[in-house]
């Protein structure tokens, strides 16, 4: 739903400004979404977090680092995260497992999608971080660590118009594709 969203708020560009992003359209998962903010050297830090995200980690994560939801050895996975983002304008799926200090663990997707500000490439994220299903300890226990298991980027590249013309309205061109016989 946040991915439908903030494509259809971007068209052709690489990345929707923040100021056309309208919460009340995206209000069924607002409790799950995030802005993340980029500083002068890449970190990212919360800039707001949705209740149902502060609640999973039993703590309000406006002002903290992002890469501090991560063990102190897997920083760098976080903020590589971020760079792929930021660096490549396209969106990012990454699946993790997150722990509990009780030893409960817990299946969780997070999106992070790229967001101008004032013209500005590199400067906010928008993601959205869920859980596949929420146990019966959601909100006693906090998690304590994330440890990804998954990445996948998300290409957003537009199909130039002309490919959208009736078969016979396209222009032919030869194309050749790898593989085959050597």
């Known amino acids: 739903m946040l991915f439908a969203y903030w494509d259809g708020a ?11 992003i309208e919460p009340g359209a995206i209000r069924h998962i607002l409790a799950d979404t995030f802005i993340l903010e980029i500083g002068a050297h890449g970190a990212a830090e919360f800039r707001l977090a949705g209740t149902r995200l502060c609640a999973l980690f039993g ?14 050895h897997a920083t760098a996975e976080a903020r590589r995260c ?6 490549e304008m396209s ?6 497992v997150g722990a509990t200090l009780e030893g409960s663990t817990i299946i969780l997707e997070t999106l992070l999608l790229p967001l101008r500000h004032g013209g500005k490439t590199h400067a906010l994220a928008l ?3 869920s859980p596949a299903t929420i ?3 959601f909100g006693l226990h906090p998690i304590a660590a994330l440890k990804t298991v998954s990445q996948r980027v998300i290409r957003t ?3 130039p118009s002309g490919l959208n013309a009736a078969p016979e309205e396209r222009q032919r061109r030869f194309v050749v594709h790898r593989g085959g016989r050597a």
């Open 59 to 72: 703590r309000e994560l406006r002002g903290q680092p992002f890469e501090r939801l991560w063990p102190g």
């Open 127 to 129: 993601g959205a971080l």
């Open 135 to 137: 146990p019966a300890w």
């Open 10 to 20: 971007r068209g052709e560009r690489a990345a929707p400004e923040r100021g056309e």
């Open 82 to 87: 971020v760079d792929i983002v930021m660096d």
């Open 91 to 96: 969106g990012l799926v990454t699946g993790h």
């Open 157 to 159: 590249s537009r199909i």
